[in-house]
């Protein structure tokens, strides 16, 4: 009488311990674990799923594979690149081994690092109120375009004379405000206007300019 015995293999009964997650630029995440608990394995850890998504998404977490050498149960980590700027990502690691794939971790919120903002301050326009004075306003850039914790703005000014005499232009930072009266200016002067935002991280792009020439007297 033969007897045929045979192995069956069971998928981890446990999630990757110690999961961590931190930024490493603006694009990119780093996640790091360790193995789960021994008992938990069930067999040689094949490897590990690791997902990811923007946090605030409903939908299914795309997923990185990293297959580990037979035992390989140190500190491990995958960068994860190609994200979006200061955005808030939810990561999982999960194991598989032959018998299949094991519990996912606890999510771990992670947030990519902050930017300069990409885009300009928009709807940027002014207005003479004198032969000293010039009245600016604009708006903030699209939300999606600064990256980071808005700062203020930086507004931009010099005299547009002739090629042959250049001055230095006048740069004025501001908070939150999304205006100001430039003035002591140079009468019947046309002035180049600039704009720009600025996160914790440095300056944006300018807006394109534009000009108001002051009044004669």
Not at 67 to 81: M, R, W
Not at 112 to 139: G, N, R, Y
Not at 187 to 206: E, W
């Amino acid at each position: 009488m033969q007897i045929i015995l045979y192995r069956t293999f069971s998928a981890p009964g446990g999630p990757p311990l110690n999961v961590t997650v931190i930024a490493t630029d603006s694009n990119s995440l780093k996640v790091s674990w360790q193995a789960p608990h021994a008992q938990l394995r069930n067999g040689i850890i094949k490897g590990y799923n690791i997902g990811y998504k923007i946090a605030s998404s409903s939908g299914a977490y795309q997923f990185r594979v990293l297959e580990v050498p037979e035992d390989y149960t140190a500190t491990l980590s995958l960068p994860i690149n190609d994200l979006h700027k200061f955005t808030q990502y939810s990561v999982v690691v999960q194991a598989f081994n032959a018998g299949g794939k094991g519990p996912l971790s606890k999510q771990v919120i992670a947030v990519t690092s902050e930017s300069i903002p990409t885009k300009p301050p928009q709807d940027v326009k002014c207005s003479v109120l004198s032969s000293k004075s010039i009245h600016v306003t604009w708006q903030p850039p699209p939300l999606a375009s600064i990256h980071g914790v808005l700062q203020g703005f930086k507004v931009i000014h010099k005299p547009i004379i002739d090629q042959m005499e250049s001055r230095a232009p006048h740069v004025t930072t501001l908070n939150s405000t999304t205006k100001i009266t430039i003035q002591n200016l140079d009468k019947f002067t046309n002035y180049s206007i600039l704009v720009l935002a600025t996160t914790r991280r440095g300056d944006g792009v300018k807006s394109e300019p534009i000009f108001c020439r002051t009044f004669q007297d």
